[in-house]
């Protein structure tokens, strides 16, 4: 496979967007990436890359941007990638082998996910499939969840290798995108209108964070990270019960206005 567009999103990525280019620059013909108004060296990083630059807002629902990006390919299959993201050796190649022209419209890739100074292997962290790779105009982002997959017309497949991810230099950063996330959750709880009684309290505070926990640390045997898995089914299990606060306490205080 040689017809490639790589697909990106950013925003203030100047410490991650060289490792990402560098992992497919001999892979893709061709590099598009929206970028939300970054003020670090992310967009001079990018044009050392000969990537097409495409500015846009940085906006919450980051996969706008993404689709910004996806919508200006012009190569017959897009790659969709994070500036966080690393194409491994394997996978290179394992791509560079797939024809251009066959029955698959879209290939699911495995991520490795990097907290706390070591790869996730449990706790449902991995092989967390990934749809990554499709044909132009076969693949779009609904633009509607933050984990959300991207949607394919027409059959799909599994590759054998994975992406790496880092999504958390340090556990600041990782607390700091907790807060971001837990933020997006809250406006979604919104959105839906969800009410704030006490069978909602707890659901959310009590019920989900301790079934998560219990899915992700004994079911999917978390406990085998160490206290990196500890903490990663922790922190994952507290996201509801944080953003069901934050929405509680904005709509508690738009009600206040009101008065």
């Known amino acids: 496979m040689k017809s490639i567009s790589l697909a990106m999103a950013i925003h203030n990525e100047e410490e991650n967007l060289t490792r990402a280019l560098d992992s497919v620059k001999s892979l ?7 970028d939300g108004a970054s ?39 897009i790659l969709q990638l994070d500036a966080d993201e690393v194409v491994s050796k394997e996978l290179r190649q394992e791509i560079q082998s797939l024809p251009e022209e066959g029955n698959f419209a879209g290939y699911w890739m495995s991520r490795r996910n ?8 449990k ?3 991995y092989p967390d499939y990934t749809l990554r790779l499709y044909r132009n105009g076969s693949g779009k982002l609904p633009c509607k969840s933050v984990h959300e997959q991207a949607v394919v017309s027409g059959d799909t497949s599994y590759l054998k290798n994975s992406l790496y991810h880092y999504p958390y230099p340090n556990f600041s950063h990782y607390l700091s995108h907790f807060d971001r ?24 505070c009590v019920i989900k964070p301790i079934v998560w926990f219990v899915k992700t640390y004994v079911r999917h045997k978390g406990f085998m990270d160490g206290f990196a898995g500890f903490l990663f089914s922790i922190f994952s299990s507290l996201r509801f019960p944080v953003a069901f606060v934050k929405y509680w306490e904005n709509k508690v205080s738009i009600k206040d206005l009101k008065t």
């Open 39 to 77: 003020t670090d060296r992310s967009v001079d990083i990018a044009k050392k890359y000969k990537a097409k630059i495409l500015h846009a807002d940085n906006r919450k629902m980051f996969h706008i941007n993404k689709q910004i990006a996806i919508d200006h390919c012009t190569k017959k299959w």
């Open 28 to 34: 893709v013909e061709e590099i598009v990436i929206a």
């Open 181 to 204: 996330y837990t933020s997006i959750l809250a406006q979604e709880l919104s959105e839906r209108k969800v009410d704030t009684g006490i069978r909602e309290i707890i659901s959310y």
């Open 123 to 125: 706790g449902g962290q």
């Open 114 to 121: 990097y907290f706390l100074g070591k790869f996730l292997q």
